[in-house]
Every structure is written in C-alpha cells, then in structure tokens.
C-alpha cells in the first residue's frame, strides 16, 4: 500500500508563485511515474504534470508549460511541483498520484493507483 500526503497549498495573488510538496510512504517509489492533477468546483479532474520514475522525463498540458515544474527527489520519495506566474484560473484541489507504472510519462487518471487527499491552492486576482 502507498500513502501519498500533499503539502504546500495556499492562498496566492495573481503572478505569485508556491511549491507544492507530496511525501510518499509504504513503498519504494523509485521505480514508478508520479504526477499531479487538479480539480476546480464543478470541473473535471485536469492533468497537470507528470515525471518518470527516473526523473528524466516530464510531461505537461499547455495550461501550465513553461509555468509549472515538476520534479522528485527518490532518495527522499518526495514530488515538488513549482507553479510560478499563477493565474486565477489555477485555482484548484491538486492532488498527487502514483501507481506501478515503471516506464513513461502517463497523462490520464486511469492510469494511476494511489492518490493523496489534495491541497488546495488559490490564486486571487
């Protein structure tokens, strides 16, 4: 079993930046992708970024490239996900997932397992 727990959101201003943290537990995560997701009132679950186990390659939606960084330190088991230039429209739960994918960067939701409880994050204009 893997326990996920996000940390870092808040509340920001138009242009702000914030980091968010997701510490992972109960398993050696080295091997598998992780990503994040995010999820606004009334809205579907969106992709936001993904990185292989590795850390070699990431993978990001147009919404966010060039603002968002993804990144993860395995010795740690620890994801960060840098949003830098945040719009209001980044208002959301994001949440952060992993599952046993040992190979690629993958983009659906399907295609993870576990799933932390979400931080919300707020961007005010």
């Known amino acids: 079993q893997v326990q996920l727990v996000e940390s870092g959101g808040g509340l920001v201003q138009a242009g702000g930046s914030l980091r968010l943290s997701c510490a992972a537990s109960?398993?050696?995560?080295?091997?598998?992708?992780m990503g994040w997701f995010r999820q606004a009132p009334g809205k579907e679950r969106e992709f936001v970024a993904a990185?292989?186990?590795?850390?070699?390659?990431?993978y990001y939606p147009d919404s966010v490239k060039g603002r968002f960084t993804i990144s993860r330190d395995n010795a740690k088991s620890t994801m960060y996900l840098q949003m830098n230039s945040l719009k209001p429209e980044d208002t959301a739960v994001y949440y952060c997932?992993?599952?046993?994918?040992?190979?690629?960067?993958?983009?659906?939701?399907?295609?993870?397992?576990?799933w932390g409880q979400g931080t919300q994050v707020t961007v005010s204009s």
């Open positions: 997932a992993t599952g046993e994918i040992e190979l690629g960067v993958p983009t659906r939701s399907d295609e993870y397992e576990y």
């Open positions: 109960g398993r050696t995560l080295s091997t598998y992708a």
């Open positions: 990185i292989s186990s590795s850390g070699s390659s990431t």
